[in-house]
């Protein structure tokens, strides 16, 4: 008998993005908000009784190379757990990639919790954390499936209750390389760390912004545009801006009059994923 799982694997936007330091080994220290919102993957698990490989197929079949970060995450739980069960998994890919939306870490995420359960292999949410941080710096997030203050490399997680926002997201016709950004000479990495009132209080920023502006003129178009409407930030180190509205109606519309030259939605804050209880 073959045992299937489905499960949504969600984006998410970072609030804000703080660079306070950089550590000898060359990560930077951060400080952020993740706001997990609505807009998701899917992926399909199906365990095959006769095979101990792992296969993946893919709606954009030039994401389904060996150095996915899906079937990483699947070769890094069966080297942690010694298991000898496969899987083949189908992605249906929806998020925006090399956008700052997190759509590879949340699915390297989704694939060690869906098969952690399909292979039996009794990890808690640390364990499966400590796996899915050697992947990526935010891949614990989608793990744990809450909201959350972030600290460290991104993996010293906190939730955090936020208000309920209904956020318009435009990704413009660019590729924003994160390597790129964060080794740049100009980017700051010293603001000085700050605490939730700050947050609150609205005295934040993301320090990637103005470089990827001046090295990206999509981005630059993009949020020029989003903010003739409601103030605009960029999520990570990019590509993709957004900006928030209370009212779902409002951020729908907006959604709808997206520039050609971009693509654009509306999704939903969450304050937990799916995951969350899986």
């Given at each position: 008998?073959?045992?299937?799982?489905?499960?949504?694997?969600?984006?998410?936007?970072n609030l804000f993005l703080h660079i306070t330091g950089?550590?000898?080994?060359?990560?930077?220290?951060?400080?952020?908000?993740?706001?997990?919102?609505?807009?998701?993957?899917?992926?399909?698990?199906?365990?095959?009784?006769?095979?101990?490989?792992?296969?993946?197929?893919?709606?954009?079949?030039?994401?389904?190379?060996?150095?996915?970060?899906?079937?990483?995450?699947?070769?890094?739980?069966?080297?942690?757990?010694?298991?000898?069960?496969?899987?083949?998994?189908?992605?249906?890919?929806?998020?925006?990639?090399?956008?700052?939306?997190?759509?590879?870490?949340?699915?390297?995420?989704?694939?060690?919790?869906?098969?952690?359960?399909?292979?039996?292999?009794?990890?808690?949410?640390?364990?499966?954390?400590?796996?899915?941080?050697?992947?990526?710096?935010?891949?614990?997030?989608?793990?744990?499936?809450?909201?959350?203050?972030?600290?460290?490399?991104?993996?010293?997680?906190?939730?955090?209750?936020?208000?309920?926002?209904?956020?318009?997201?435009?990704?413009?016709?660019?590729?924003?390389?994160?390597?790129?950004?964060?080794?740049?000479?100009?980017?700051?990495?010293?603001?000085?760390?700050?605490?939730?009132?700050?947050?609150?209080?609205?005295?934040?920023?993301?320090?990637?912004?103005?470089?990827?502006?001046?090295?990206?003129?999509?981005?630059?178009?993009?949020?020029?545009?989003?903010?003739?409407?409601?103030?605009?930030?960029?999520?990570?180190?990019?590509?993709?801006?957004?900006?928030?509205?209370?009212?779902?109606?409002?951020?729908?519309?907006?959604?709808?009059?997206?520039?050609?030259?971009?693509?654009?939605?509306?999704?939903?804050?969450?304050?937990?994923?799916?995951?969350?209880?899986?």
């Amino acid at each position: 008998m073959t045992d299937t799982l489905t499960l949504k694997s969600p984006a998410k936007l970072n609030l804000f993005l703080h660079i306070t330091g950089r550590r000898p080994d060359g990560y930077h220290e951060l400080q952020t908000i993740f706001q997990i919102i609505d807009y998701c993957d899917l992926l399909h698990f199906s365990v095959p009784p006769d095979t101990g490989t792992e296969s993946l197929q893919c709606s954009n079949p030039a994401l389904a190379g060996e150095d996915n970060l899906i079937l990483r995450a699947a070769r890094a739980l069966r080297a942690h757990t010694g298991s000898t069960r496969g899987v083949r998994i189908t992605l249906e890919k929806h998020i925006p990639m090399g956008a700052g939306l997190g759509g590879g870490s949340s699915n390297a995420a989704t694939t060690l919790v869906a098969l952690n359960q399909l292979w039996q292999t009794g990890l808690n949410k640390d364990e499966l954390c400590a796996i899915g941080v050697r992947l990526g710096a935010d891949v614990p997030l989608f793990v744990k499936g809450e909201s959350a203050w972030a600290e460290g490399i991104g993996e010293i997680l906190t939730p955090v209750d936020l208000p309920q926002k209904t956020y318009v997201v435009i990704t413009p016709d660019c590729h924003v390389s994160t390597a790129d950004i964060f080794s740049n000479q100009q980017l700051t990495r010293n603001t000085t760390a700050i605490k939730m009132a700050a947050f609150l209080a609205g005295q934040t920023r993301n320090d990637c912004e103005n470089i990827v502006r001046r090295l990206y003129p999509p981005v630059d178009e993009a949020l020029n545009w989003l903010n003739q409407y409601a103030p605009a930030r960029m999520t990570g180190t990019g590509a993709s801006v957004f900006t928030a509205f209370d009212r779902e109606d409002e951020a729908r519309d907006l959604a709808s009059r997206v520039p050609v030259n971009m693509k654009g939605f509306a999704a939903k804050g969450l304050q937990r994923s799916a995951l969350s209880g899986t």
